[in-house]
Nanobody, 121 residues
């Protein structure tokens, strides 16, 4: 059974940094795209960053220059380095992946359970 498990969230002061991790477990034949989303209280889930299989990235305007998405293919782990954190970054952060989990050439969407990031003094 394929799972995405996030870690690394917590409480940080404004201007601080955190690194989120998302470990993919189970049998995965291929990965198309992986990314991070976030959902603040009372708001819709929004895209934070995508990392495509060709290595290209896409970031929300609100995090450009502050957040960096990366992946360790050997460990099947996705990362989100978050610098210069601000109170408006407070949200539950979710890992997402389009994964090929069978021999058939088809990708399925998987989500992690989320990890809380709170930016407050």
């Amino acid at each position: 059974q394929v799972q995405l498990v996030e870690s690394g969230g917590g409480l940080v002061q404004p201007g601080g940094s955190l690194r989120l991790s998302c470990a993919a477990s189970g049998t995965i034949f291929s990965i198309d795209v992986m990314g991070w989303f976030r959902q603040a209280p009372g708001k819709q889930r929004e895209l934070v960053a995508y990392l495509y299989s060709d290595g290209s990235t896409n970031y929300a305007d609100s995090v450009k220059g502050r957040f960096t998405i990366s992946r360790d293919n050997a460990k099947n782990t996705l990362y989100l380095q978050m610098n210069s954190l601000q109170p408006e970054d407070t949200a539950v952060y979710y890992c997402y992946g389009d994964l090929q989990v069978t021999l058939a050439p088809r990708y399925y969407a998987y989500w992690g359970q989320g990890t809380q990031v709170t930016v407050s003094s």
